[in-house]
């Protein structure tokens, strides 16, 4: 298993008929960004690139199409399933060279799974599985099985070697055949220069001054990625204040629950700018629960911001002791505000935010792209 970034890689003549597959192109979430660099870059290099989906966004690059796979199905379970069988057909019938999946599918020639094991995510989340669960285990058995790959042998890339474990474990697949390939990152859009002027008006903004410790939580789905964990953490430390970003079906639950932290907590909701969000923060804080790689680790790390997180995030991988804190899943709220406390002063000094940025240095999205289409093009 390697998680190395190679030099971009030429092709020559011809150039492939190239399918990337997923249900869903959007410009946010963490696979479908990756798809969508992936696609862009594969089309700027001369491959035709269609990208099968139940729906999409603008595309990437003019040299990327889009086959819409709309199969009738009543709720989510029955949707996977049809779409993955409708992906088959499309595959069979489309004179592809090469197949990438990014999700549940088949058949193909490699397949990225950003989401990881999904028997793994049920059993860190202490779910009960239901059918929809059951339905989502056995599409990850197909399209992990040999016969789904096209060209013999597995190639089975992940993000982060904590999904490379749960693979190799729950497949029973032999490691050689499994590539680590951590994510990257957007180096220009999530950059330190934003955090004295765009980052400091949104602080203002929500009420908290230049030499406030503030901690900020963003992701979506906020029992999964941890707030419960954040809000009791900031509680013990009355010089922490809060933003909190991102999408959440029971907002205004998450909001009683943090009145008794007054003024000190700020919640924004969706937003686009995540890069000012970062600039606004001392310390990003993600005690998720499971995450095969948070790309939110990287893009914090990239604006200069230290991180603490979990050990149920894979990317704490790309942590290192000098730029945040790793603890783990389920440590009691007192460690938590401890690591918060500690690295929202440190992300005060210039030293320790010029070392995070150089973390992120390390993995442009540009690195991960390539070697993913190094595999996929072998």
């Known amino acids: 298993m390697s998680s190395l970034a190679r030099p971009i890689p030429t092709y020559p003549a011809p150039r492939m ?47 990327v199409s889009f086959v819409r796979l709309r199969p009738f199905a009543i709720g989510a379970a029955w949707r996977a399933h049809a779409f993955a069988t409708a992906v088959a057909r499309q595959v069979e019938r489309g004179g592809y060279d090469r197949v990438l999946a990014f999700g549940r599918t088949w058949p193909h020639d490699a397949i990225r799974l950003g989401m990881g094991c999904h028997a793994a995510y049920v059993k ?23 016969t789904s790959f096209r060209r013999g042998g597995r190639r089975v890339i992940v993000n982060s070697h904590l999904v490379a474990a749960e693979v190799a474990a729950l497949h029973r697949i032999p490691v050689e055949q499994i590539t680590v390939v951590h994510n990257g990152t957007d180096l220009a859009r999530f950059n330190p220069d934003l955090r004295s002027g765009p980052g400091l008006e949104l602080r203002r903004a929500c009420g908290f001054g230049a030499d406030d410790r503030v901690v900020l939580f963003l992701g979506s789905g906020y029992a999964r990625k941890g707030l419960a964990a954040v809000l009791d953490a900031v509680a013990l430390a009355p010089d ?32 686009t700018d995540a890069q000012v969000c970062y600039a606004a923060a001392d310390v990003f804080a993600l005690p998720t629960r499971y995450d095969p790689f948070a790309n939110a680790t990287l893009e914090a790390l990239a604006s200069g911001v230290p991180v603490v997180t979990s050990d149920g995030n894979g990317g704490s991988e790309v942590v290192d002791p000098g730029v945040g804190a790793i603890v783990p899943v389920d440590a009691p709220a007192a460690d ?34 390539a070697r993913t289409a190094e595999i996929l093009l072998a």
Not at 244 to 265: T, Y
Request: aromatic residues 6%; hydrophobic residues 45%; positive net charge.
């Open 17 to 63: 008929r190239v399918a990337l597959v997923y249900p869903r192109h959007a410009a946010t979430g963490g696979v479908e960004r990756n798809l969508d660099h992936l696609a862009r870059w594969l089309a700027e290099v001369g491959h035709q690139v269609d990208i099968l989906c139940r729906k999409h966004g603008a595309a990437p690059h003019p040299g």
């Open 124 to 146: 860190r989340m202490g779910l009960t599985p239901g059918w929809r669960d059951r339905v989502e285990i056995r599409l990850e058995e197909r399209s992990l099985a040999e």
């Open 240 to 271: 922490l204040r809060l933003i909190v970003v991102g999408a959440d079906g029971h907002l205004d639950q998450w909001k009683r629950r943090a009145l008794p932290l007054g003024n000190r907590v700020a919640f924004l909701g969706e937003r």
């Open 336 to 369: 938590l505000t401890a690591a918060l406390d500690t690295w929202a002063g440190f992300g005060h000094d210039p030293a320790i935010r010029a070392a995070a940025r150089m973390t992120a240095d390390l993995h442009p999205i540009a690195g991960t792209v």
